[in-house]
Nanobody, 122 residues
């Protein structure tokens, strides 16, 4: 069973940037995704990427500000977040799946991290 762990969250001023990392251990991933949950709101999809070449996906509302990437050698996926807004404040979760298939919704992923807090001050 692959395990994933996020890091890189923190407090940043509006307009600033953060890069989140997600390391997979105990195996290799087929795809990884980022989700977030703001206080009082449901969890939402942010972005996802496949280990091998293939499409990356973004929430339409975040496209252009967030960029997902991967380092296969490090078994790691990154989420670069730029031009951060107060509404980006949330707990960000990384998730992984190890078998081929869809990687767009939370039910597509079987391994989840504990989450990392991102707080954007206005």
């Amino acid at each position: 069973q692959v395990q994933v762990a996020e890091s890189g969250g923190g407090l940043v001023q509006a307009g600033g940037s953060l890069r989140l990392s997600c390391v997979a251990s105990g195996g290799t991933f087929y795809a990884m995704g980022w989700f977030r949950q703001a206080p009082g709101k449901v969890q939402e999809f942010v972005s996802s990427i496949r280990r091998s070449s293939g499409p990356t996906y973004y929430s339409e509302s975040l496209k252009g500000r967030f960029t997902i990437s991967r380092d296969i050698a490090k078994n790691t996926v990154y989420l670069q977040m730029n031009s951060l807004k107060s509404e980006d404040t949330a707990i960000y979760y990384c998730a992984a799946r190890t078998t081929p298939g869809s990687y767009l919704s939370r039910t597509d992923f079987s391994s989840w991290g504990q989450g990392t807090q991102v707080t954007v001050s206005s």
